[in-house]
């Protein structure tokens, strides 16, 4: 079984900043990629930036220049360092993985969820 548990949400004022976590535990023989996907109220779950395990990244327009993405491949850890927030970002943000639970078994994993409000 594998588990992936977001941090960090909450309540920021436009402008302001957050930093998510996202630890993956359980049966996990390497990650391809960590990334993290948002969905607001009505809207259908969008890609916002992932990152591969040599640390190539990927960002959505929509956040380029004002989120970065990093890892810590030995913590199995993703993070997400949003700055400039605006009330447009306010979404439940999910964490997701890809990753190989044996060497030829691979699956991808998502987070409960963590809310993210930009609001003043």
């Known amino acids: 079984q594998v588990q992936l548990v977001e941090s960090g949400g909450g309540l920021v004022q436009p402008g302001g900043s957050l930093r998510l976590s996202c630890v993956a535990s359980g049966s996990i023989f390497s990650i391809v990629v960590m990334g993290w996907y948002r969905q607001a109220p009505g809207k259908q779950r969008e890609l916002v930036a992932t990152?591969?395990?040599?640390?190539?990244?990927n960002f959505a327009d929509s956040v380029k220049g004002r989120f970065t993405i990093s890892r810590e491949n030995a913590k199995n850890t993703v993070y997400l360092q949003m700055n400039s927030l605006k009330p447009e970002d306010t979404a439940v943000y999910y964490c997701n993985s890809r990753l190989y639970t044996t060497p030829n078994e691979w699956d991808d994993y998502w987070g409960q969820g963590t809310q993210v409000t930009v609001s003043s």
């Open positions: 990152i591969t395990s040599g640390g190539s990244t």
